[in-house]
C-alpha cells in the first residue's frame, strides 16, 4: 500500500486473476464507471468465504480500556481480537473509533486514517471499512457539539429545522472519515418510565416519523448513511424496562410502532436499519424474517442494510434462547435478514464460517447480505481506485493532508483504534475544556447557533400565571440538584455522559455554562442565592432549613428539578436508567414542596429526560417551564425564556402526567383508557400532548371546508385563519387531529394526522391550508388489512390534543378502501401570510366553534356496566 504524496489515492492490492475493464488493468469493482451491480458481482465471485464473512462484521477495539462498560452485557463479548489474524481477509466496519475513548478529534481522524491504511494494505482486494458512530444528539465524539436530544426535536414541532441540524451532524461525521451513523431513534413513547424516552422524538407516531425523516434527510444529504433503530417494538416493553419483553397486538403494533419506519424507508432515502433487542410475542426481532425480510424489503422496499444492535445476534443465544450454539445464533440472524454483526466479531467470525462449510448455513445466505454491503461501500465511494483514507478534515485546499495535524501526539500508524492512540491527558488540553483554534474543530460557532436554536424553540411553558416573563428581580433564590450543574443538560448518548464521565482527569471538551452562570449574565442586576437543596437522586434533606430560608427571603423561587442522565442504573435517565414511577427522582418533589410553602412565587424549570408528575405545584406553582435536556445551549436559552428574550413556543412531545403512578398511559388511546367509573384510576394528564404556551396570544378563527362529504379515495380540503393578537413575534402550533366516532375496531379518541408550525409578527395573520388526503384516516381492520372506512369523522384543530376549539365534521361516502404501504402519508399544508388575498375554496363552508361538538375533543367517562 502506498499513499500518494497528494494523498488523493491510496494503491490497492492488484489481483493477476481479477476480472478487469475493457480499457484497463483495473479491477471492475474499482471503477466508478461501471453499474454497482456488475462490480459488487464481480468482486464477490473473487472473494473466499472467509473473505465474504470478513465483510459482514464489525471490530469494535476502542471500547472501555478502563473497565467501565458502554453496551449491555458487553462482559460477555470480550474475546480477544487478534486483527494480525482478521485483517488479512478484510473487514466490514470500524466501530466507534471516537466514540470509545476521549480523542482529540484531529488526532482521532488521523488514527482512523492510519487503520485504514492498514485495512487496505492487509486484504488482497483492497477494501476499506465502514466507520460507524454514535450521533443520537450530535456526533458523539470528545468536542463535538452536543445539541438537544431527541424530544427536544419533537417539541419543536419544526421538521425542517431538525433536518438543518442532521447536516451540521453529518458533515462534522463525514469531515474526520466517519461513515455511518447509529441514528434517529423511531421508537414511539408506550410508557414513560422507560429510560430511554430522552432518545425518542415523543408519543406520537406522525410527529415521530416526520420529525425522524428529516432527521435521516439531513443526515443522507450529507453523506452519511442514517440508521434507523430499533425496528420494532423496543419501547413498548412490559413495565417500561429496559429489553424486557414486547407483548403488543398486530394492530398496536401496525398502527402505531411500524409507522415512522415505514415513513423514513419510503421517503427519506435510508440507508441502514437496525435491529431491536426485544421479541414481540416470543420472536426476537433479529431472528424474525417476517420483519426483517417480509415487511422491511419486500413490501416496503427497503434496499440498505439491517445490522446489529450490538451483541443482538449473540443474545439470541446468550438471553432469548433460541440459538444452542454461536452458529445457530448466526444463521437464525443471516436468514432473518441481518446483514452485518455489531459492534464486534462474535456469531459472524469462526463459528459462521464453520457452519458455511459444514451445510450448516446455506452460502447464499452470505452473499445475499455481502451484495448488500458491499453495495453500500460502492456507493459510499470505497471501492473507487482513487480513494484516500485521508478525511476531508485533514486536507487542505489543495487536497493534500494538513502539515502538523496531529503530529507531536505521538501519533503514527496505528495497528488499531484504540483508546490510547490519540487519547487527550490533562496535560495536553486547556484546562477551560475546549480546543484552542486549529485543528479540527468539531464545536465551531454555526453549530452552537443551531443548538441555541433547537434550545429555544423546545422549551415548553406548561403553566404561566402571569409571573413570567421575570421583570427586573431583585433577589432569586435557586434551589435545586440542577441548579449548578454542568452535565444537567446532556442526555446519555451525548459523549460528556456516555463517555466522559468515566476519565474524570480530562475536561469535557465543549463549554456547558450552568443554569447559575446563565441566570447571572440574563439577569446581572438580582442578587442570586443558590442552595442545592438535595441530590437529583438521593434522600439528602440537610439543607433543606437553607433552602428554606432562602425561598422566604426571595422576591421568587426559580427551582432547577430533573434528571441525571447516565448508563445501566448511574442515572435518573438514560439506557437502562428505568423507573418505578413517574414521581420526581430522589427528594426533589419534598424539595418543591418546601418553596411552595415559603409564601414566595415558584417557578419550576426542568432540565429532564422524561415527563413527571409534579404534585402540587400543577396547582400550585406560579409557573412551570419544561425542558429535555436541552444541549450545551440550554441554560442559556432556558434563562432567556425566564426573561423573555425568548417567547416560548415548544408543545409537548409527551404528556406530563398528573399522577405518578398512572402508568402506562399516553394520549394515543381509546376511551376505556381514560377516567372511567369504574376504576379509581384517574389517568387524566395534567399537561397533554402538544400542550404549550406562549407569552402571546394567537386567536384562531374562519375555519372554511370545501365539502363535508367527501369520497373515500378523496381529500378533505380545509383552512383557519391565524393571528398573533399580542404585541411581540411568535411561533404557533395549529395541531390537526383525527376522531372517528364509530369504527370497525376500538380507535384511539385523537390522533395526530397533521400540523402546521407558523411564525408571525405582532398582529400579524396567516391562513393555513390544510389537504387531508383520505387516506390519513385508514387504519388496521379486524381482518389485518388497512382500510380508509366509510362514516362520519370529526376534523379537530387543537391546541393541544386536550384542546380542540376547533372541529370540522366530515362524512366519508362510498366504499371501503383497502390501501397498502402505497397510502398518501402526509397533509398538504401551505401557510399564506397574505390572506387577504386568498380566495376562499369554492363552494365552501365556515365551521365555528359553537358547531363543534363536545364530545369529539374529549372522551366522556364510560358508563359503569350492568350487574351480572
Known sequence: MTVHDDSRATQRPADSHAETTDDSSLPLWNDPSQPASRRVSALIAEMTLEEKIAQLYGVWVGASNDGG???????????????????????????????????????????????????????????????????????AAWGATAYPVPLSWGATFDPQLIERMAGHIGRDLRSVGVHQGLAPVLDVVRD???????????????????????????????????????????????????????????????????????????EAGVRSVMHAYTDIDGVPSAADASLLTGLLRDT???????????????????????????????GAALAAGVDVELPTVKAFGAPLVEAVRSGV?????????????????????LLDADWSAVPSALRTSDDSPRDGAGVGVGVGEASVVTASAGTPTADALPETGTREAGTVDLDPPANRALAREIAEQAIILLKNDGILPLVSPRRIAVLGPNANEPLAVLGCYSFPAHVGVQHPELPVGIVLPT???????????????????????????????????????????????????GLFGRGTSGEGCDAESLRLPGAQQDLVDLALASGTPVVVTLLAGRPYALGAAVDEAAAIVQTFFPGEEGTGALAGVLSGRVNPSGRLPVSVPRSP?????????????????????????????????SYGAFEWSNVEVAKTFVPTDGTIRLSVEVRNASEQSGADVVQVYLHDPVADVVRPVQRLIAFARVELDAGATARIHIDLPADLTSFTARDGRRIVDPGDLVIGLGRSSGDIPLTVPVRLTGERRVVDHTRALHADVRIDTEPDLAPSPSPSRTITPASAPASASAPTPAPAPHAG
Open 515 to 565: 443554569l447559575v452562570d446563565a441566570l447571572g449574565a440574563e439577569f446581572p442586576d438580582a442578587e442570586l442565592v443558590v442552595v442545592r437543596g438535595t441530590g437529583v437522586d438521593d434522600v439528602d434533606r440537610s439543607e433543606f432549613e437553607r433552602a428554606a430560608e432562602a425561598a422566604r427571603s426571595a422576591d421568587v423561587v426559580l427551582l432547577a428539578l430533573g434528571d441525571r442522565a
Open 69 to 139: 462498560e458502554v453496551a449491555p452485557h458487553q462482559h460477555d463479548m470480550d474475546d480477544h481480537i487478534d486483527l494480525d489474524a482478521l485483517l488479512p481477509h478484510g473487514l466490514g466496519q470500524l466501530t466507534r473509533p471516537f466514540g470509545s475513548a476521549p480523542v482529540d478529534a484531529a488526532v482521532g481522524a488521523r488514527s482512523l486514517q492510519r487503520t485504514q491504511e492498514r485495512i487496505v494494505r492487509s486484504n488482497r482486494f483492497g477494501i476499506p471499512a465502514v466507520a460507524h458512530e454514535e450521533c443520537l444528539a450530535g456526533f
Open 661 to 693: 403512578g398512572a402508568q402506562p398511559s399516553t394520549y394515543l388511546a381509546a376511551t376505556l383508557a381514560g377516567p372511567t367509573e369504574v376504576s379509581n384510576i384517574d389517568p387524566t394528564a395534567a399537561y397533554p400532548f402538544g400542550h404549550g404556551l
Open 300 to 330: 416496503w422496499g427497503f434496499d440498505g442494510t439491517v445490522v446489529a444492535d450490538y451483541f443482538g445476534i449473540a443474545f439470541l443465544r446468550l438471553l432469548h434462547g433460541v440459538a444452542e450454539t454461536w452458529a445457530d445464533a448466526a
Open 192 to 266: 414513560a418510565r422507560w429510560g430511554r424516552v430522552e432518545e425518542t422524538i415523543g408519543e406520537d407516531p406522525y410527529l415521530v416519523g416526520t420529525v425522524a425523516s428529516a432527521y435521516v434527510r439531513g443526515l443522507e444529504r450529507a453523506g452519511i448513511v442514517a440508521t434507523l433503530k430499533h425496528f420494532v417494538g423496543y419501547s413498548a416493553s412490559k413495565a417500561g424496562r429496559n429489553l424486557a419483553p414486547v407483548s403488543v397486538g398486530s394492530r398496536e403494533l401496525a398502527d402505531v410502532l411500524l409507522p415512522p419506519f415505514e415513513m423514513a424507508v419510503r
Open 361 to 381: 448455513v446455506d452460502e447464499a445466505l452470505v452473499d445475499r447480505a455481502l451484495e448488500r454491503v458491499l453495495r453500500q461501500k460502492v456507493e459510499l465511494g
